[in-house]
T-cell receptor
Framework: NAGVTQTPKFQVLKTGQSMTLQCAQD?????MYWYRQDPGMGLRLIYY???????DKGEVPNGYNVSRLNKREFSLRLESAAPSQTSVYFC????????????FGDGTRLSIL | AQRVTQPEKLLSVFKGAPVELKCNYS??????LFWYVQYSRQRLQLLLR??SRESIKGFTADLNKGETSFHLKKPFAQEEDSAMYYC???????????FGPGTRLSVLP
């Protein structure tokens, strides 16, 4: 059982390049999330999707776009990467009930030069 | 509004000493609370949730609604417990999930 799968695991970009981070879950979860984690810092929510076809901004959405392609997949796009977006990006998913936890992927380490 | 605070950014203890990682929350309804652990360069993993009242890796946490706290405790710390610990709260609705800022636990030999 794979859980939450993120690709790629590592990526180096040049300033101004674009990139899409992929996330897929096989737990039939409704909600999916994208976070960023900067060195020595906690998690900051970028976007979330409560169900297929819906997305909402989190705490730090500027510079990012998302697509909830179907129930399984939730992608994060950087249209014009900036060095300030160098971070580790985590995707998570969760079932519909309040007593259910979030399940995380392994993360994507993104460096922007 | 939901809010989770973890007052200690860093907590250092010696091996074999007791550990208490503090978590306080604010929420108007009846919360569901969780502790997550993140070892170096790994994903966040669920450590325990208050609803199951379990003990994982020797850790326990009790929900105190009067003090709005959900502190994580372990009687004897081990070096392998060194990690980042996050407290999280869930309210009604799938998107209502809030993480605290995290506490880095360092267990010294």
């Amino acid at each position: 059982n794979a859980g939450v799968t993120q690709t790629p695991k590592f990526q180096v970009l040049k300033t101004g390049q674009s990139m899409t981070l992929q996330c897929a879950q096989d737990m039939n979860h409704n909600s999916m999330y994208w976070y960023r984690q900067d060195p020595g810092m906690g998690l900051r929510l970028i976007y979330y999707s409560a169900s297929e076809g819906t997305t909402d901004k989190g705490e730090v959405p500027n510079g990012y776009n998302v697509s909830r392609l179907n129930k399984r997949e939730f992608s994060l796009r950087l249209e014009s990467a900036a060095p300030s977006q160098t971070s580790v990006y985590f995707c998570a998913s969760r079932g519909p009930y309040s007593n259910q936890p979030q399940h995380f992927g392994d993360g994507t380490r993104l460096s922007i030069l | 509004a939901q809010r989770v605070t973890q007052p200690e950014k860093l907590l250092s203890v010696f091996k074999g000493a007791p550990v208490e990682l503090k978590c306080n929350y604010s929420y108007s309804g009846s919360p569901e609370l969780f502790w997550y652990v993140q070892y170096s360069r790994q994903r966040l993993q669920l450590l325990l949730r208050h609803i199951s009242r379990e003990s994982i890796k020797g850790f326990t946490a009790d929900l105190n609604k009067g003090e709005t706290s959900f502190h994580l405790k372990k009687p004897f710390a081990q070096e392998e417990d060194s990690a980042m610990y996050y407290c999280a709260l869930s309210g009604l609705g799938g998107q209502n999930f809030v993480f605290g800022p995290g506490t880095r636990l360092s267990v010294l030999p």
